[in-house]
């Protein structure tokens, strides 16, 4: 597939733009541990952790669900914004991307995702930012890309990129007609193959000098 320039570029947020797994781990082990069920490694909850927790937890915990819930997300809020790191390349790939309107589409739940947005001093990047529990649907679902792209006041389309890591973002960028871009070698996920996006970038650096090019290409091009 030949990319053409994007009229907008959302995003994806764990591991497509930041490192916040540890943060992640220890809200998910302190609700394990309160249900004296076995902890889970770093690379489990990497694996493991793509859909929202209000479609995860349930089949998980059953009907005591809201309670690991509350305890998940009272450990997150005390460390995650201590834990939230950028990503190698990407900073630099948010800069070129201010060429276009940008916004995150997050499983997270969007205060939490918000904080850390605002941790970061990211704000200025992006025109949308929206979490789980904040559409009707959370990720693979299309509402949450379609929200945001209301608030950037742009009809999705195929000229808008969705840059993710994993098959839940795949998924959601097919379910709302948008281009679906992997970030990253997916190996978490299956791989790139399993995965087939429309395009696929190694890492920040790759997709900011693709975003630079992209830039000084006409609109309709």
């Known amino acids: 597939m030949t990319l053409k320039r994007p009229r907008a570029i959302l995003w994806d947020w764990d591991n497509t733009l930041v490192d916040a797994w540890a943060g992640v781990q220890a809200g998910m082990n302190a609700a394990l541990r309160a249900f004296d069920m076995p902890e889970w490694s770093l690379e489990q909850v990497r694996g493991r952790a793509r859909l929202s927790l209000r479609e995860a937890f349930p089949p998980l915990f059953g009907t005591e669900w809201e309670r690991a819930r509350d305890i998940f997300y009272a450990e997150v809020r005390a460390r995650h914004l201590d ?23 997050s499983n997270k739940q969007g205060p939490i ?25 959370d990720k693979p679902a299309a509402a949450p890309v379609l929200l945001a792209l ?72």
Do not use: N, S
Not at 123 to 137: S, T
Not at 194 to 205: I, K, Q, S, T
């Open 83 to 105: 834990l939230v790191t950028p990503l190698p390349g990407v900073m630099e790939a948010l800069a070129a991307g201010m060429a276009f309107p940008q916004g995150v589409v």
């Open 113 to 137: 995702l918000r904080a850390e947005v605002a941790h970061l001093g990211w704000g200025e990047h992006f025109g949308a930012v929206v979490g789980a529990g904040d559409a009707v649907a």
């Open 150 to 221: 209301g608030k950037l006041g742009i009809p999705a389309g195929p000229d808008v990129w969705f840059i993710g890591d994993t098959g839940v973002d795949m998924q959601a960028a097919r379910a709302a007609g948008c281009t679906a871009v992997l970030l990253g070698d997916a190996l978490h996920d299956g791989g790139v193959a399993a995965l087939a996006p429309d395009a696929a970038f190694v890492d920040g650096h790759t997709l900011a000098a693709c975003f630079h090019g992209l830039a000084k290409t006409p609109l309709f091009a």
